[in-house]
C-alpha cells in the first residue's frame, strides 16, 4: 500500500497536477474539494455504467462509492466518471438493438477519452449489462494502466410455482401466449416476478459470461463476480477492488500484463465450462485486439472444442448465477479446470499474484450438482462450438449446452429471411415448418447495421414447442439466453457478399456440430455464379449518425467486430505519456 508522497515523474496525471505551470490546473481540483495531500496522490479513474436503463445498472454508483473507499484508504484519490449503456433486454426485439454492440465501442472509447483527457493513472471499472463489462475491458487493455474490473452482480431469480424464473422464461412464454397455451393473465404474472431486484439477468447469459470471464482473464479479484447485486457483500468487494489497483500502481503491474494469450485461453475455458454465451466469441477477439494478441474466432473455438462442459447453468442447465456463487463460485470452476491441466497457472491476476497461486487458496470442492467434477462432466467438449464450411468460411458459433450429442446435427432446407423482422412475424403466424432452416441475413455488424441479436424470435419458437424441430442460422447474433439449434456470427457477413448472401430458398443447408460443419449443398460454380449476379448489399436507412459511422469502421466478426487497428498499429502506449 502506497505510503506519502509518489514520485509521480512518470505517472500520466503529472501533466495536471505538478509545477508552476498546472496551477490552473490544480485550482480546479480545489475547486472540487481536494487537498494538497489529495492531488499530490495518485489519480484514479473510478468507471462506472450507471443509469436508469435497467436493473443491471442501477446499483453499480452505490458500489462505485465503496471502490472509492478502497482507492483513498490505500492512499490514492479517486475520480468517478460515467459513460453509456445499451441494455440489450430493453433493446431486444427491435430497431433499439442495433445500437447494442456499437455501445460497446463508444463504451471503450469514451473512457478512454475520459482517461486520456483528464491523464488518470490506473482504472477501476464497474459494469452490470452485456456490452458493458466487454467494453470496459477493452479500454483497461487500451490504455494499458494499472486495472481491475469489477461485476455489478447478478439479478436474483424470481419465484413462480415454486421454480425459479428469469427474464428468458418471459421471453419463452410470449411464444407460448402466441400459441395459446399463456393467457395475458399468466403473462402479467410472470412479468411482475421474473425480475424481482437489480442486477444484470440471472442465466449464463452474456453478462454472467463476460463476469467470469473477468474472473479468468484476471482482471477481476477471484469470486468478485458472484454475489448478486443487491447483497451487501459486493460492496466489500468493491472495497477491495479500490485497494487492490493501488497495489498494482505500486508494483507497476499493467493490464498487459495481465491478458496475455495465456490468460484469453483461460477466459475462453471458463466461457466453454460454463455453456456460456456465444458472444464471448466477438468480445474475446475484442479484447485480444486492444492488447495486438492474434485471437480470433477460430482460436475461441479451439479452445472450446476440447473444454468438457460441467457447470450447470441456465440456459441450457438448471440454474442461475447466484446457485453458483454459492457453489463456490468461479474459482472452484477454475479449480476444477486446473485438475484437468486446462489452466495456464502462470498467468498474472489483479491481486498482484498469479492464477496458480490464487487457486492454491480455494479450499472448496465441486458440489456436484451446479459445479460438476471435470473428471464427469455434463458433456466431454465445450458448451459451444466454432463451425467452418463452404457457408461460413470465416466460422460461425453454436451453444450447444443442453443438446444431447445426437441431436447436435441438422439437415434441412433454407426458408430465407431478409431481416429479423420478416422473420419473427413469420414465426408468430407459424409461417415455416417443421425440419426446416431458418435464414434471418442481413443482421451482421456491417449491414443491419449493429449485428442486433435474435431473441425474440429463438425465443418464440421454444415457446411454440419448436426449438428443436427447426434450425437458425443468422449473420447477426443471438442472446446469451437463447437456446436450441442457433447458429449465430456466420462470416462473410451478407453485406460482404458472404455466401449467406447468396443462398436461395430451398437449398439444402447442413449445420454439424460433432464434427463443426456448416455447409449448403450448392456447388463452387454454381455459388460464383451467384456472386457475380450478386445486386449487392441490402439498403439500410441508417444513412448518418452513429450507426453510419459504425457501420463504415467496423470490421469482421471473425476478429471481434472492431473499429480501430488496434495495439498493432498503436506508436505510444497511454499509460506512458
Known amino acids: 500500500m502506497l505510503k506519502g508522497k509518489m514520485d509521480k515523474s512518470k505517472l500520466p496525471s503529472r501533466h495536471v497536477t505538478e509545477g508552476p505551470q498546472r496551477a490552473p490546473h490544480r485550482s480546479y481540483f480545489y475547486a472540487m474539494g481536494l487537498s494538497e495531500e489529495e492531488i499530490a496522490q495518485p489519480f484514479v479513474g473510478v468507471a462506472t455504467c450507471w443509469n436508469e436503463a435497467a436493473p443491471c445498472n442501477i446499483s453499480l454508483n452505490r458500489q462505485a462509492q465503496a471502490v472509492k473507499l478502497g482507492v483513498k484508504h490505500a ?19 427491435h430497431e433499439g438493438m442495433r445500437s447494442s454492440l456499437a455501445s460497446r465501442e463508444a463504451i471503450a472509447d469514451t473512457v478512454e477519452l475520459t482517461m ?26 487500451r490504455l494499458n494502466v494499472p486495472s481491475v474490473f469489477i461485476y455489478g452482480g447478478s439479478i436474483l431469480p424470481g419465484r413462480l410455482d415454486g421454480k425459479d424464473v ?8 410470449v411464444g407460448q401466449h402466441q400459441a395459446g397455451n399463456y393467457s395475458d393473465e399468466q403473462l402479467a404474472v410472470l412479468e411482475r416476478v421474473a425480475c424481482p431486484s437489480a442486477g444484470a439477468c440471472g442465466g449464463q447469459f452474456t453478462a454472467n459470461t463476460m463476469a467470469c470471464v473477468s474472473e479468468a482473464i484476471g482482471l477481476a479479484l477471484p469470486n468478485s463476480s458472484g454475489a448478486p447485486a443487491p447483497y451487501e457483500s459486493r460492496d466489500q468487494y468493491s472495497v477491495a477492488s479500490g485497494e487492490a489497483v493501488m497495489k498494482l500502481l505500486e508494483k507497476g503491474i499493467r493490464a498487459r500484463d495481465v491478458v496475455t494469450r495465456k490468460s484469453l485461453e483461460n477466459a475462453a475455458r471458463v466461457v466453454a ?49 447466484k446457485d453458483l456463487y454459492e457453489a463456490g463460485g468461479v474459482p472452484v470452476v477454475l479449480k476444477e479446470l486446473r485438475k484437468a491441466g486446462l489452466m495456464h497457472e502462470d498467468c498474472m491476476t489483479a491481486t498482484g499474484r498469479s492464477m496458480g497461486e490464487e487457486l492454491d487458496l480455494i479450499t472448496r470442492e465441486a458440489d456436484g450438482r451446479v459445479i460438476y467434477p471435470v473428471d464427469a462432466p455434463l458433456t466431454p467438449t465445450g458448451g459451444v462450438v466454432g463451425l467452418k464450411g463452404n457457408l461460413a468460411p470465416e466460422g460461425a458459433i453454436v451453444k450447444v449446452a443442453g443438446i444431447p450429442t445426437q441431436e447436435q446435427s441438422f439437415t434441412g432446407p433454407a426458408r430465407i429471411f431478409e431481416c429479423e423482422e420478416d422473420a419473427f412475424e413469420a414465426v408468430k403466424k407459424r409461417e415455416y415448418e417443421e425440419g426446416e432452416v431458418i435464414v434471418i441475413r442481413n443482421e451482421g455488424p456491417a ?6 441479436e435474435m431473441l425474440a424470435t429463438t425465443a418464440a419458437l421454444s415457446g411454440q414447442g419448436m426449438g428443436k424441430k427447426v434450425a437458425l442460422i443468422t449473420d447477426g447474433r443471438f442472446s446469451g439466453a437463447t437456446r436450441g439449434f442457433c447458429v449465430g456470427h456466420v462470416g462473410p457477413e451478407a453485406a460482404h457478399c458472404g455466401p449467406i448472401a447468396l443462398l436461395k430458398q430451398g437449398d439444402v443447408i447442413t ?31 441508417y444513412a448518418s449518425g452513429a450507426l453510419w459511422k459504425y457501420a463504415q469502421l467496423v470490421g469482421s466478426t471473425r476478429l471481434g467486430a472492431v473499429t480501430h487497428p488496434g495495439a498493432e498499429a498503436e506508436k505510444h502506449v497511454y499509460a506512458d505519456i
Not at 492512499?75 to 426485439?93: K, S
Not at 486520456?116 to 487493455?141: E, F, N, Q, W
Open 75 to 93: 492512499n490514492g484519490t479517486p475520480r468517478e466518471f460515467t459513460t453509456i449503456t445499451v441494455t440489450d433486454g430493453i433493446a431486444m426485439g
Open 116 to 141: 486520456r483527457g483528464h491523464c488518470y493513472d490506473a482504472i477501476v471499472g464497474l459494469a452490470g449489462c452485456d456490452k458493458s463489462l466487454p467494453g470496459m475491458m477493452m479500454a483497461m487493455v
Open 166 to 173: 428469469t427474464v428468458q422464461d418471459v421471453f419463452e412464454a
Open 273 to 321: 465450462c460454463t455453456g456460456g454465451s456465444t458472444n464471448a466469441g466477438l468480445h474475446l477477439p475484442a479484447i485480444a485486439h486492444e492488447a495486438g494478441i492474434d485471437f480470433d474466432l477460430f482460436d475461441v473455438c479451439d479452445i472450446f472444442r476440447d473444454t468438457p462442459y460441467f457447470v450447470d447453468l441456465k440456459p441450457g442447465g438448471q440454474f442461475v448465477a
Open 447 to 452: 449491414g443491419g447495421p449493429g449485428m442486433r
Open 511 to 541: 449445420i454439424d456440430a460433432v464434427k463443426g460443419e456448416l455447409s449448403v449443398d450448392v456447388s463452387d460454380e454454381e455459388m460464383a455464379q451467384r456472386k457475380e449476379a450478386w445486386s449487392g448489399p441490402r439498403e439500410t436507412i
